[in-house]
């Protein structure tokens, strides 16, 4: 097997897993809130994180962090897991799940705006283009298809899945300037977001124990949402010939993530989520592709 089949089948099995962490978020719902959902899963993530470094002889990494580096994922640590995941699971709580889903895949839209605030960046005629096929997508999704009514189905669910794609994006276009290693900031970054979730869950009196199918949930979400897969999809990257060809694989992720959602949890998949879900995708891919010609 050569190296970028290799590439290739380890990419396909992380997106195949992230597909299933919608499902698995709504399901895990119906035993715990959001909040618990995330404290728990955090701190599976956490765990996990902490026996890599160990079996990687990694943890003397940690030996000598720096105060800018804890500052660094005091702040990474709070837009994700914390805030990112609060809010998603939240939105995840009051709109379908295939909703949640697709709007949550605005992220790239969102960081091609912040990337041009922040980092100066061009945006073209094209990308204004691509970025308003992309939004018209969101916007028969809110609407469900009725878009001469105006009327949204959950205004409440749409604001926080769209800002919980501005915070994903906040945290990448962060991490583009983060330099350190990946075992040492991953883990650090997940281990404030627990510390934060862990001080929220005590102020909104969150702490409970869990039973026995909320407890296969969160370590499902935890394993395979936060730890897991986030080391199968970058050792498919590290693996790479085209690091792009392969990126581009992500976005069969929420079209796999559709056909989960109607099998396990028996939603109905509404034509304007599919009519939404490819014009968001078709912006984006319209970017990379004008990207790649120049």
Request: aromatic fraction near 14%; glycine fraction near 6%.
């Amino acid at each position: 097997m050569t190296r970028n089949t290799k590439s290739i089948l380890l990419a396909l099995t992380a997106v195949l897993l992230w597909s299933t962490i919608g499902s698995a978020f709504k399901l895990t719902l119906n035993y715990l809130n959001y909040t618990q959902i995330l404290l728990f899963s955090s701190f599976i993530a956490v765990v996990f994180l902490a026996i890599l470094l160990v079996v990687n002889g990694k943890m003397k990494l940690l030996s000598s962090v720096t105060f800018r580096s804890v500052r660094m994922s005091a702040v990474m640590g709070f837009l994700n897991p914390f805030a990112y995941y609060l809010i998603l699971l939240k939105a995840y709580s009051v709109l379908k799940a295939q909703e949640a889903v697709v709007l949550n895949y605005t992220w790239p839209l969102i960081l091609v705006l912040l990337s041009a605030i922040f980092l100066k960046s061009k945006i073209t005629w094209i990308n204004l283009i691509s970025l308003a096929i992309s939004f018209s997508g969101t916007f028969i999704i809110a609407t469900r298809g009725d878009i001469f009514s105006f009327q949204f189905s959950n205004p409440t669910g749409i604001v926080l899945a769209l800002s919980s794609a501005l915070f994903w994006a906040s945290y990448w276009l962060i991490n583009m300037k983060d330099v350190r290693g990946t075992e040492e900031k991953i883990f650090l970054n997940f281990l404030f977001g627990f510390i934060y979730t862990l001080i929220y869950s005590i102020l909104t009196n969150n702490l409970i124990v869990p039973g026995l199918e909320a407890t296969a949930g969160v370590i499902y979400i935890g394993l395979f949402e936060m730890g897991i897969t986030f080391v199968i999809w970058l050792n498919a990257l590290k693996l790479a010939v085209n690091t792009a060809k392969i990126s581009n694989l992500v976005y069969l992720s929420p079209f796999i993530s559709l056909l989960i959602v109607s099998v396990a949890i028996k939603e109905k998949i509404m034509p304007s989520t599919l009519i939404g879900l490819s014009l968001i995708i078709g912006g984006i891919l319209l970017q990379y592709l004008i990207r790649k010609k120049k």
